[in-house]
């Protein structure tokens, strides 16, 4: 249909591949020897301190790690079966601020970069990171964002109308035909 508006996709969570699945794959490994030892040791009447703890800390590894592909593929899942939120208009108030906060412990600043905006009247906002699933705007390739962009967002809300919970899985941009484009930079 020639009326019809088209995107073009900035960022799909379902072309993204699982993170971690490497790391996934020696945490697991890291665990069942230090569990092997561990049981080894106690059937030699052996100390079980250090075996203990290498157990418990592998263990809390691997299940960061089984948590975070598990978060990817829900994610994933949800927009594959059409479970996600959508919302179409302009991108407003968009900001870009740098942090920093002091950590005692190691003397320093830990510094992170927050982005917010609004599509219509719904907020967004996260930490430029990475390590969470969906959209985070970080990686090789940054999305410039610019207020007054037609923007679509797909989203799902892990606790519904919580601002913070928004996870953010596609992203397109209105593209503006070129006469329309030389229009409007003409009368404006």
């Given at each position: 249909m020639p009326n019809?508006?088209?995107f073009e996709t900035l960022y799909d969570l379902a072309q993204v591949d699982p993170p971690n699945l490497l790391f996934l794959a020696l945490s697991a490994v890291a665990?069942?020897?230090a569990l092997g030892a561990l049981i080894v040791r106690r059937r030699k009447g052996q100390k079980l301190n250090v075996?203990?703890?290498?157990?418990?800390?592998?263990a809390l590894v691997l299940a960061v790690s089984v948590l975070s592909v598990w978060d990817h593929h829900r994610l994933q899942?949800?927009?594959r079966d059409g479970h996600s939120l959508v919302v179409q208009g302009l991108l407003q108030s968009h900001t870009v601020q740098q942090r920093a906060a002091y950590n005692p412990?190691?003397?320093r600043y830990d510094r992170s970069i927050a982005e917010s905006f609004y599509i219509a009247d719904v907020p967004f906002g996260f930490v430029r990171d990475g390590s969470a699933a969906g959209f985070t705007n970080s990686g090789d390739a940054v999305?410039?964002?610019?207020?007054?962009?037609?923007?679509?967002?797909?989203y799902v809300e892990d606790t519904p109308g919580d601002f913070a919970s928004r996870r953010i899985l596609r992203v397109e941009r209105l593209v503006v035909p070129a006469a329309d484009a030389a229009t409007r930079?003409?009368?404006g």
């Open positions: 019809e508006p088209r665990f069942a020897v075996a203990v703890f290498f157990t418990a800390a592998f899942q949800a927009l412990s190691t003397k999305v410039e964002l610019v207020n007054g962009q037609v923007l679509r967002v797909r930079a003409g009368n």
